[in-house]
């Protein structure tokens, strides 16, 4: 419908809208529940970019969202729908923005699928409400499950153990399975899967990611952020990962062939000045949705069709995507919103230090994570749990506030995900209801793991001298501190005695 002297014809004529179809910037599935039963003659797409939320982001997060969101716009405008799309500067906060639309567009009806953000659900409802509208919230089928289907596998356990999850999710689906035995005689092959490239480094063989450049949009998009966030960390720069859906699919088509066969054998090694490696970066596409797990699961069991990789690889990949990342979804949904405020060990730090911010540290471990993370908003999950995660839960940063900056520094972070995973598997703030126990150990688990400590000027093996690593100093510290919260833990209790 077109536009006259920015009055909307259609507003002006007294027509009426029928549905008004939200979509949220993690939500760019172009097959999404929300367009189910879409009218172009009487519907209209809501899409806006929210200054309010986007505070201290890393800059290359804010680049690939807005530049996504561009681009699914403009893939929704050549279906000859309208899209009503808010920029930063005209969407101060995400309830006016909201509010505002709703006033001057009158739809009959606002629909969405399932956020990834529970404030934003609420915020939706109560939207809906103060202006008497119905909301109809549908399911989101980029995911295997829901969040019902996970609360009736949940109900009555004592403990939701992923493993067992995981098993049930490949019978259900029939992925790696034999019959009813698991493929390859086992359900897992973490024995395989924890190597370390050792002094010479990765193998020579090792391919670097893809490089994906700036089109018009997305250099418009850099432009606004360097002007609109000078301050913020990271730089818009550098490496950078596809904003479309072709573009995402032919990362997945590149990592099947050249990521995928030694994924599994590497996931855990670190190595100096990569903190990508072996890993897809899928994480980022698959939570805006330019990616489909379907597509990546079935790829890697392809492959391994192929004899283009091995079992543990793909089996290791499979259980990120249908295990992992499902059961953490379930376990958000099932104990949102008290989950936010766990902290079960009385962590009081408020931020996390500021080397996490700026890199500036002699510890070589955190500053080579923290190089990678301000140059690629992104670090695999052993920099993430086991080096920065690490350092804050035996810094006694509070949960929630290793949660924020998570938010703030890493592409893929949504709240879904983010939430279990760094206050809960990373900080053991939920006090064991997704890990059994911390993620903590001194810094020999890192010089075993890594390189970083023959070059840096702290000794893993030291812990009350000037030299003394700080990871094993604060070990013994943590040990120390919550040793009477621990006392029942079995899975701790060797290091407590």
Excluded at 60 to 71: D, E, G, N, P, Q
Excluded at 316 to 336: A, P, S
Excluded at 359 to 364: F, P
């Amino acid at each position: 419908m077109a536009l006259l002297g920015g009055l909307d014809l259609a507003y002006v004529a007294g027509m009426t809208i029928r549905n008004l179809v939200l979509v949220l910037g993690d939500q760019l599935d172009d097959e999404s529940a929300a367009f189910d039963g879409f009218d172009a003659s009487q519907d209209r797409v809501w899409m806006a970019e929210v200054d309010a939320e986007i505070g201290r982001s890393h800059k290359k997060r804010i680049v690939f969202f807005l530049s996504a969101m561009r681009h699914f716009a403009d893939e929704l405008r050549e279906r000859d729908w309208t899209v009503e799309y808010r920029r930063l500067s005209e969407a101060p906060d995400f309830r006016t923005a909201l509010a505002e639309d709703i006033d001057r567009l009158n739809p009959k009806k606002l629909v969405v699928v399932l956020p990834g953000d529970h404030r934003v659900l609420e915020e939706l409802r109560t939207v809906a409400k103060e202006h008497q509208r119905v909301l109809e919230v549908r399911r989101d089928r980029h995911f295997y499950t829901t969040p019902e289907e996970f609360d009736a596998w949940a109900d009555g356990k004592k403990e939701l153990v992923l493993e067992f999850f995981y098993r049930k999710m490949r019978k259900d689906l029939g992925v790696l399975m034999e019959g009813t035995k698991p493929e390859g005689g086992q359900w897992n092959f973490d024995q395989d899967n924890r190597a370390s490239f050792g002094k010479d480094g990765p193998p020579d063989d090792y391919e670097p990611h893809p490089q994906f450049s700036a089109d018009a949009i997305t250099s418009e998009v850099m432009e606004e952020v360097e002007a609109r966030y000078p301050d913020n960390p990271g730089w818009c720069e550098g490496q950078l990962l596809p904003v479309t859906r072709a573009g995402a699919r032919a990362h997945l088509d590149w990592f099947l062939e050249h990521g995928l066969p030694d994924f599994g054998k590497y996931q855990d090694a670190m190595a100096k000045g990569d903190v990508v490696l072996h890993h897809s970066r899928f994480s980022a596409l698959l939570n805006v949705k330019l990616l489909d797990p379907r597509a990546c699961v079935d790829g890697a069991v392809g492959a391994l069709r192929r004899g283009a990789a091995p079992m543990n690889s793909v089996e290791g990949f499979v259980r990120q995507i249908l295990g992992w990342r499902e059961f953490i979804r379930g376990i958000y949904w099932r104990f949102m919103p008290n989950y936010a405020d766990k902290n079960a060990l009385g962590c009081r730090r408020e931020d996390v230090p500021q080397f996490f911010w700026d890199g500036e540290t002699d510890m070589a471990c955190v500053a080579d994570a923290m190089k990678g993370l301000l140059e690629l908003g992104y670090a695999h999950h052993i920099h993430r749990l086991m080096v920065l995660g690490l350092f804050a839960q035996l810094a006694d940063v509070h949960p929630y506030a290793f949660h924020r900056w998570h938010m703030d520094m890493y592409i893929d972070a949504v709240d879904w995900v983010s939430l279990p995973n760094t206050l809960g598997m990373s900080q053991y703030g939920d006090g064991g209801i997704v890990g059994t126990k911390p993620s903590v150990g001194p810094g020999k688990y890192i010089q075993r793991m890594g390189p970083y400590c023959k070059s840096c000027r702290y000794d893993p093996k030291k812990a009350a001298s000037d030299d003394a690593c700080p990871f094993t100093t604060l070990y013994w510290d943590f040990l120390a501190r919550h040793k009477e919260k621990l006392s029942d833990n079995q899975r701790i209790a060797l290091h407590l005695r």
